[in-house]
């Protein structure tokens, strides 16, 4: 080995020690459960990340799914009763929350997921398989990849999921995916197989879906009633409408309110209040909670021809 390739290695190194010791108390393991009235019966297990100093944690709504109370592993042994404070199953984030009343917990940076780029180097930190305080190392494989979550109210596609080569196991969801300076750029979701680990990325949907699950404990979203998905457009048509491809409206709900806006199937949508969408994702993006009740623009090209709709979303049930 040349002493260029040792210092690569050295600063590889650092870099993953840096990031481990950054992280290593500020990821905690969970073990979930239920009260019953035979007792505490257990749920499941996986990891969090402390992301408040008056104990808040961000982890996978999969990993509490069916709890409402558990404990928190600490990396030095310390355990803390922790309660639930809300889940999202659609994008698979919730929040739990340890009693922190008398201290100040070490807390993990949200980070970016916006700057991250194939290639980079990132760090996963969790507890799989029951063993707090793991730490693997990897890059990101891809970006941009969907992950369908589902939930009783229905399937939601988790939009630009990262995928990394980063060593996950059973026991990692709801642990850290780190860049290089140890901010948390991603909580880890699932396995989809040997080397392809996915993680929700920390972005601006994710922070406003965190602000929700404080205030409220859930995350109220808009809902038209339609499925479809990403339809291209032909070259003469794309050059004509500035657009390269649209949603096509394969089914319409009866009674919903795309229905009643007068959508069809075979319809192409192009944009909703001047913001273009070409896939499922991009009206996901719309759908949050100020769009409920409030009327929406439709640009839809109908048999060649644009028509111009008005829409008024209703809340998604939960």
């Known amino acids: 080995m040349t002493t260029t390739e040792r210092a690569a290695l050295d600063a590889y190194s650092q870099i993953v020690t840096g990031v481990a010791e950054r992280l290593l108390p500020r990821v905690v393991q969970l073990r979930t459960g239920r009260r019953q009235a035979t007792g505490w019966r257990p749920t499941g297990s996986g990891s969090a990340v402390v992301f408040t100093p008056d104990g808040y944690l961000l982890t996978a709504a999969h990993v509490v799914d069916a709890a409402d109370s558990g404990t928190a592993v600490f990396s030095d042994g310390a355990e803390r009763r922790i309660e639930i404070v809300g889940r999202d199953p659609l994008s698979d984030l919730a929040i739990a929350k340890v009693d922190a009343s008398n ?3 070490d807390a993990a940076t949200l980070g970016n997921a916006d700057r991250l780029r194939v290639g980079q180097l990132v760090v996963a930190v969790g507890s799989p398989l ?4 793991t730490v693997t190392a990897g890059v990101v494989s891809a970006l941009g990849r969907s992950l369908a979550a589902r939930a009783n109210s229905g399937t939601r596609v988790v939009e630009n999921v990262i995928q990394t080569d ?3 196991n059973p026991g990692n969801s709801g642990g850290a995916l780190a860049d290089a300076t140890g901010e948390v750029v991603g909580i880890n979701t ?10 929700i990325p920390i972005g601006a949907t994710t922070r406003r879906i965190i602000a929700s699950l404080l205030h409220d404990g859930r995350v109220r979203r808009a809902w038209l009633g339609i499925a479809g998905a990403r339809r291209p457009l032909s070259q003469r048509i794309a050059r004509r409408l500035g657009h390269a491809a649209g949603i096509g409206v394969e089914e319409v709900v009866p009674g919903s309110p795309a229905a009643a806006a007068g959508l069809r199937t075979g319809d192409l949508i192009l944009d909703v209040d001047g913001h273009a ?7 996901q993006r719309l759908m949050l909670d100020e769009a409920i009740g409030r009327a929406m623009r439709l640009r839809i090209l109908r048999l060649g021809e644009v028509v111009e709709l008005r829409a008024i979303p209703e809340e998604l049930a939960a």
């Open 130 to 133: 029951g063993l707090t305080g």
């Open 166 to 168: 980063a060593a996950l």
């Open 103 to 105: 201290e100040r917990l």
């Open 190 to 199: 699932a396995v989809a197989g040997i080397g392809l680990g996915l993680a």
């Open 277 to 283: 969408v070409a896939d499922a994702g991009d009206l």
